[in-house]
């Protein structure tokens, strides 16, 4: 057992290294982008007076409200799909194969394609969803289809289908824990007294798993605010998000209007991990363990 008292001097030097950490490569970073977007006048310079003009043209610019609404929109549509999707596969794993070693296999059979890189991934996905594509030609071998069909690449159809299958895990590993963690009689108490099975899930299950739910929310709603290589690759120039606007101003040298996006992003990012804090408290997660 730790020796070390809370709020002992101690403990606030071992803490030390790691606020030093945070501060570098978070704070202060994010201090500097919001600086930079509220830089105003036509120089280009550290002495620019600060101003919110340029947050003023954001948002006096339709398209740019319209693409904000279509961001959070295709964000809430993925984290409904991977919910329901991860949360039967963690069910599947935890409740209906009864052999630790075929668990654990399965478990890795999810778990090894993550170990690469996003981006590959992303790319991986267009031999699938071209119009000679893998998907293409199993709907004309079942006879599903007559001709290609060319909604699956670049198109939103597409870049669901590749989004859904990079962050569905990031939903399931959470309630996975959860799962593990219910213990056996207390199903077996309800059941019984021949309570439905749906009744045992919603009033039993379900509630002890909602903080690995939320918590695989969050994981799904922070990577898909900020992913603009699945939708750059999959959607081509035909689709985008918010991210990838701010990877277009940044490549057109336009800072300040990049780094008002950033700033943006940051804020829905914020607000939605708050509204998570305020349905259940994930800090306690795994706290009764």
Not at 12 to 29: E, F, I, K, N
Not at 206 to 220: A, E, K, M, R, S
Not at 255 to 272: K, N, P, Y
Request: hydrophobic share 60%; glycine share 6%.
């Amino acid at each position: 057992m730790s020796t070390i008292r809370v709020r002992s001097a101690a403990s606030y030097w071992l803490a030390v290294p790691a606020a030093a950490w945070m501060l570098g490569v978070v704070v202060v970073p994010i201090m500097l982008l919001i600086w930079v977007s509220l830089w105003g006048g036509r120089a280009f310079s550290t002495a620019s007076p600060l101003t919110f003009d340029n947050y003023a043209k954001f948002f006096a610019n339709h398209t740019y409200i319209k693409l904000a609404f279509t961001t959070v929109g295709h964000t809430a549509t993925l984290m409904a799909v991977t919910g329901v999707l991860g949360y039967c596969i963690a069910y599947f794993l935890t409740m209906k194969v009864r052999s630790p070693l075929w668990r654990l296999a399965l478990f890795l059979a999810f778990i090894v394609p993550f170990w690469t890189s996003t981006l590959i991934r992303a790319i991986a996905w267009v031999p699938f969803l071209g119009v000679n594509g893998v998907i293409n030609q199993a709907l004309m071998f079942i006879g599903a289809t007559n001709a290609p069909i060319e909604a699956f690449l670049y198109s939103k159809t597409g870049i669901t289908l590749a989004q859904v299958s990079l962050y569905t895990m990031m939903a399931a590993g959470p309630v996975v824990y959860m799962l593990s963690s219910i213990a056996p009689a207390l199903r077996e108490a309800a059941m019984t007294l021949k309570a439905p099975p749906l009744v045992v899930f919603w009033r039993i299950v379900f509630p002890l798993t909602l903080p690995g739910v939320v918590i695989g929310q969050v994981l799904v709603f922070l990577n898909v605010m900020s992913d603009f290589a699945t939708v750059a690759t999959i959607g081509g120039n035909k689709h985008a998000l918010l991210p990838n606007l701010v990877l277009l101003f940044y490549e057109s040298s336009q800072i300040r209007a990049a780094s008002v996006v950033a700033v943006l992003l940051m804020i829905c990012m914020l607000i939605g991990v708050v509204i998570a804090l305020r349905v259940v408290d994930i800090r306690r997660l795994g706290a009764d363990r």
